[in-house]
Each structure stands twice: as structure tokens, then as C-alpha cells.
């Protein structure tokens, strides 16, 4: 039994990356281990914090240690918390890093960690250049790269990023685990009730929305005439991170009018899966990525899957199998969107789904960060 202890978003916080972080921790102490996990008193300020809210309005997950130990403002709990663990001597520490501003807390904690001679330190590392590049990221990002032993990524593009930055540790890959923590699939007549909707065609839009997610070019393309004359209708479901004010014009003009569902709000977790069995198909229009859990959550509903040629994404799914791979243009989205509804493409791609999403374990992904500290 080794000791793991995992630094990073967790409860109350909420978020894929904190449910990410809860799932693996189970995933290992199924394994026998003892895990805890270390996550934020502040994770953002809330002067930088684009959503309405950080936290999670339900209980704390059962039969998970989670101490609330670190501020990302206040370098005094960086120095408590690196000295505490580097006196607990876990095995293993694994931090989760996904953007710069994290850094500078992440990387103190990590040099504290490893004076004590026995605790590796390794990084999972979702992004190494963000998606919305500010001045200082590389400076930032090269402190906390320099800090770590190994590294974890979950897709090819985000492990050739990371040679920007390191040239001699070892970089293990494996992609996103499938979220199989929203409960099952609904039969599509619960489902529309839930919603409120009638029968019809569907198409989701699922997260956060910011810029280089592309929800305008995928609205854009909903005005295709043969879309609108074949009925279909978009769901957009996840909380503005940013003005919402021109996609609220793009969706109340005289195209889109009617043919759009706006829930833009935070999806709770135990909603989740209402959204994801209405849907037909799930539509990931974005300029930038690395790799995206909403693929993942679309994997475990066997919901056929839309997504741009760019990052990590179209790693994920095999083109015309499980999905769709396209350019970064509202044409191409459109002509996928038509193919997949005029081809009847639907119950071929579900079956397709059922053998592809068996790659994505979280087994494998628990192992291969241990592999990595080896």
C-alpha cells in the first residue's frame, strides 16, 4: 500500500477538474492505497473568477479525505502546506496544473515537498499553454515544470507542449478518463419532460462558454437552411465565463429565433445527465484545446460526438466511427450536423461508442501515474 496524496481542486469546489481529482482518489483507494487530497481555501479571488459561483451546493463526497489547506494568494499556506507534507512523506504527490496563475502555490509546495528525500512529485498537467495567453505564462509555467519529477498528460498536443519546457523528465500519456459519476442514461421521454421540450432533434452545447469554445460559429452554422429546414434545435447548457451579450444577439435573431434552448447556468451535478439523454448529438465547435471532460461525459452516455480538428480533441474520436472530426469553420460544422441526421448515423455510432469508450479507465489512468513516479 503506498501513501498518495493528490494537491488540487476538490470539494467544495466544483468543476471537471475537482470531479476528476475525487475520482481518481476513490479509483486508488480501490486499489488499496491511502489517499488524501489537498485542496484550495481561495482558488480564485473572486475579482478573477468569471462564473457566478466556485462551489458546490451538495454534500461532501463520502469516504474521501479532503483537508482545505491552500491559498493560491497567500504564500504563507504555500510554505505550511509544502513543509506538512514534506514531514507526512507520502509516496507520491500528484499536483494538477492547468493554468499559470496556479504556479507560483503549486511550484513553492512541490520544492518544499521534495526536501525530505523520499516523495516524488508529479504533475498532471492539463494544459501547459493555456488557451488565453496573458504576459509572464511561459515564466510561470517554467517555475512549476522545474519544481516536478515527472509528468502525466491526457493527450499528444499537451505532451509536445510540455517539451517546450522540459527535456528530461520522464512524460507518460493517457487520455481523459470516461465521468461515469453522473448516474445512468435516462430514457429520452423522462428526459423531455424533465426539460420540458417536446419530441424532436436535438444537438448540445455542454460547459462553460468562453471564446475559444466556439459556441458562435457552432450558432453560425445552426443557420444553415438545411438545418433549419430539417428541424433541429441546440441546446446550450453551461454557465457564461465571459459577455454574453453577442451570442444572446446571435440566438435572438430572426434565424435562430425559437430554435435555440438557453440554460445558461451552472449544471448541477445530478442534472447532468437530463441534458446529455435528450441530446443526439454533442457538439464541440472550439478554436483551441487540449483534451475536454465533455467528450468524456458524452463517452459515458453513448452520445455521438462533433468536434473540431484542433488540440487534443480529435485524438479522442474516430472520425465517421464515433463521431465527427471537422474543420474550425461553420460550414464544415454544418455539413457533419446534416450528414449525421440524413445517414440515420446515430445507432451505428452509439454501437461504435459502447467499444471505443473501454480505452478510458480510470484504472489505467491511477497506473499510469504511478508508473510514472517510478
Known sequence: MAYLIIVGPAYPFRGGIAAFNESLARTWQQMGHQVEIYTFTTQYPAILFPGKSQYEEGPAPKNLVIHRSLSSVNPLTWVSLGRKIRKAKPDLVLLRYWL????????????????????????????????????????????????????VTMSATVTEELKL?????PVLCQPHPIYDTYGQKLSREEALKDLNLPEGRYLLFFGFIRHYKGLDLLLEALKDPRLRESGVKLIVAGEFYEAPEPYLQLIESEELKDRVIVATEYIPHDKVRTYFSVADLVVQPYRHASQSGVTQIAYHFEVPILVTKVGGLAEMIPDQKVGYVVDVNSKAIADAIINFYQEAKAEEMVKNIKIEKQKYTWEAMAKVVLEAAD
Open 100 to 151: 499559470p496563475f496556479m504556479a507560483p502555490s503549486l511550484g513553492k509546495v512541490a520544492r518544499l515537498i521534495k526536501k525530505n528525500g523520499h516523495t516524488k512529485v508529479v504533475a498532471l498537467t492539463d494544459n501547459v499553454v493555456p488557451h488565453e495567453k496573458r504576459p509572464g505564462d511561459k515564466a510561470l509555467t517554467q517555475y512549476f515544470v522545474d519544481a516536478c519529477d515527472a509528468f
Open 165 to 169: 519546457f522540459n527535456s528530461s523528465k
